[in-house]
């Protein structure tokens, strides 16, 4: 079969540059237009979940980072730290276990796990499922609690209201520059475990640094989950999203 | 990988598709050779089984909102030449089906 254009002639024929494949067999190939986007499907849903979402009043996040950066015990904090003023409710993103889920119940707020198996990230369709189970109320705060993982989940839109970078200090100042699409994707970032900054070689200044040459308008916090610090800060950010 | 062959499928109709050209940028986070691999998985023991894929990379192009210049960027920490970091994107997140070549089958 000829590898140029699948017809059956078994010897090399021509074919000329934009020409549709001229063959002397008499079957044109003939050029079809597309024009999609490879991630269209999962865009529009995502687009309809923003839409539901936004329609009621609903604040949503998509925290991302790597396993071991501290979301969850951000997650937990934060919902202390707003009390009980605030609606929160959270779905939580890994490949097994619904330990984080336990976590966050025992916070006293709404959650549901849902586990990807060998995913590496949530999609739109993961989220618009969780969703009809998680119920969130109007006017609240939502958590996707993402996958662990700095790479696949910066691509796909889950219909959040904004993307949050959150990356601990013990991964280095470096980690903007190597995992750049999630810091470009994310209108925030939540640099947590500060309190250890006094044992790390960590230069902190120049990790922000470089996460606002990837993105400039990124707002940064730096935050000690468990010991409060940078709590307010976030918090008062999470809730000019309510208004 | 499953929109590139529900597309290809869903625009070729009853025609054998040749080839699938798709378009990525040099931004859009996709590594080329993993989208091939996944291809040829996704395909085998398909209609599109034997068809081709063929990539066109999509140079990164910036345009710097200090200064208004434009240039190709290699990664996005690339800064403009009057020292800015903030710039947007004009080229280089392109992932798209461009067009497929089908053979009519009579």
Same mark, same amino acid.
């Given at each position: ?57 609903? =604040?949503?996040?998509? #925290?991302?980072? *790597? ?6 015990? $951000? @997650?937990?904090?934060?919902? &202390? !730290? +707003? ?34 198996? =060998?995913?590496?990230? #949530?999609?739109? *369709? ?6 009809? $189970? @998680?119920?969130?109320?109007? &006017? !609240? +705060? ?57 044992? +790390? ?43 | ?106």
């Amino acid at each position: 079969m000829c590898r140029e254009c699948g017809c059956g002639r078994a010897t090399e024929h021509h074919h000329a540059g934009d020409e549709h494949h001229p063959h002397d067999h008499g079957r044109p190939v003939r050029r079809v237009a597309v024009e999609e986007n490879l991630l269209a499907n999962n865009d529009r849903l995502a687009g309809e979940v923003r839409h539901r979402l936004d329609h009621e009043g609903i =604040a949503a996040f998509n #925290l991302i980072g *790597s396993p071991g950066s501290g979301k969850t015990t $951000l @997650l937990e904090q934060t919902i &202390r !730290s +707003l009390g009980t003023g605030v609606a929160i409710s959270v779905l939580e993103g890994d490949q097994a276990t619904d330990r984080d889920a336990q976590r966050i119940a025992a916070s006293g707020c709404r959650v549901v796990q849902i586990n990807t198996g =060998a995913g590496c990230h #949530l999609d739109a *369709s993961m989220v618009d499922r969780g969703l009809d $189970l @998680l119920q969130p109320p109007p &006017r !609240s +705060l939502l958590f996707v609690e993402n996958v662990g993982n700095l790479v696949c989940p910066a691509l796909f839109d889950v219909g959040e209201r904004a993307k949050v970078v959150v990356m601990s200090v013990t991964e280095g100042e470096d980690k903007p520059l190597k995992y750049p699409h999630v810091f470009r994707a994310a209108s925030a970032m939540v640099l947590t475990k500060a309190d250890l900054i006094p044992h +790390l070689a960590v230069d902190v200044g120049e990790c922000i640094a470089n996460a606002r040459r990837i993105n400039p308008h990124l707002v940064v916090f730096l935050v000690a989950a468990l010991r409060g610090d940078g709590l307010d800060e976030w918090c008062a950010w999470l809730r000019l999203h309510l208004s | 990988m499953k929109g590139i062959v529900d597309a290809a499928l869903r625009c070729a109709g009853t025609a054998k598709v040749v080839t699938i050209r798709i378009e990525v940028g040099r931004l859009a986070g996709v590594a080329v050779e993993a989208l091939r691999f996944g291809f040829a998985v996704c395909t085998r023991d398909t209609t599109l089984d034997g068809a081709s894929l063929d990539i066109v990379e999509i140079a990164a192009r910036m345009r710097c909102r200090a200064c208004g210049h434009e240039a190709d960027v290699d990664t996005w920490c690339s800064g403009c030449a009057c020292g800015s970091f903030d710039r947007d994107v004009v080229s280089g997140q392109e992932l798209r089906i461009k067009d497929l070549e089908v053979l009519d089958v009579s």
